[in-house]
């Protein structure tokens, strides 16, 4: 609104978060531009679902349209499997960030060992509703469905930052016996290991949609052709000063560590030429 009425520069812009912490926008705005989405499928009813499961090739991927870490995202085997989670989004119960009903849920394990749900309700019954509360969830996702296509084989996703001229991008590594990348905290630096057509591709959405800062998530398919599951214009900011350096937008290496705060400003207002703090004063 401050953007929009007083016409003051903003960050984030619109452009930029519009989409934030929805696939789905995220989906149908990169692939009207003509970039490589990730193949999905989404629904808005439950007939139309039923009808593309009846004939879909599994396993096939399932998440929840916000989300982070991987915890919205589990691994569809067949078609019950598929049924029911597609009823369940039909429901009026929905389903809770987090909270996927299918044993593939990165959280199905800790939530049933450590008895999430008695506790809730104990915490309920005795007054203490907080953030721990019986109903801690504040967002429910219900009344569409996504499924997108499984790309199996990866071993790491490819994760590209771009922020003004600056790209920065590093791998993540699956957890262990898993094809969940995003949370699991193994990230690889090593900059030779890194796929330069991701970072082509991020460079070139940025720029032709006006992103001001904007994080890539690539999958790669048979033939390695990288496709992307998410963008999101914010994310954890050390993981990006942890990169040994970045490419600049004609693809020259630039050695060193930057806070992603950093480049937000320089790319805000690049004729104050602004320097980024010694560590020393970074903390
Ligand atoms: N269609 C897919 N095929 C294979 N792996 C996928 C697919 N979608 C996501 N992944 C893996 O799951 C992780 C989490 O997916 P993502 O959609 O980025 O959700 P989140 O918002 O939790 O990061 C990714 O980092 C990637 O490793
Ligand atoms: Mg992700």
Redesign the pocket.
Known sequence: MIQNEFGIKCFPDTTTCWHY?D?IRQYYLARSAGFPM?KSWIFWNLEDALDWIEDATFPV?F?LK????????VLIKNKQEAINVTRRMFSIKGISFGKIPHNNNLNYLRDFLKLYALRRFIAEYRGRLGPKGRLPYWQTHRDYVLF?????D?Q??QRVTIIGKRAFSFL?Y?RPND?????SGLIEYDIEKNHTSCINIAFEISKKMNFQSMAY?F?FDENTKP?I??I?YTFIDYAVRNCPGYFDDTLNWHEGHYWPQFSVIDMLFPDLDIKQPPDSVMG
Do not use: I, L, P
Request: hydrophobic share 30%; with cysteine; net charge positive.
């Open positions: 912490d696939k990730a991927v998440k916000g989300g982070a870490g991987s915890t919205n995202v997108q296509k499984f790309f199996c990866n790491y996703d993540r699956t094809f969940r990348a995003s949370g998530d999958v496709h599951v998410e999101s």
